[in-house]
């Protein structure tokens, strides 16, 4: 009969490990790429007037004084 035998690893073992398999992934230079700041462009504009519409949204709903001149202000033609 064989003996069977398990393998134990360590909790200091099982870091190294880890840190080890992540070191070279985050120590690693950026490199430039047009389409990923295109990108990033892209979303921080968008973002900056969903922000923009959800704050006129907000006023509106909110108070009572203003509707009129954030009204015209919003949606004049």
């Known amino acids: ?6 393998k134990k690893t360590s909790k200091s073992t099982a870091k ?4 080890s398999r992540f070191s070279g ?4 230079p950026r490199e430039p790429s047009t389409m990923n700041d295109i990108k990033t ?5 968008s ?22 001149q954030v009204y015209s202000f919003l949606f004049n033609r």
Do not use: P, R
Not at 1 to 6: I, S, V
Not at 25 to 28: I, R, T
Not at 41 to 45: G, R, Y
């Open 16 to 19: 190294k490990a880890a840190k």
């Open 1 to 6: 009969m064989a003996k069977k035998t398990t």
């Open 41 to 45: 462009a892209i979303l921080l504009v």
């Open 25 to 28: 992934w985050l120590l690693a």
């Open 47 to 68: 973002l900056a007037i969903n922000a923009a519409v959800f704050i006129g949204w907000l006023i509106l709903k909110t108070t009572t004084i203003y509707d009129e």
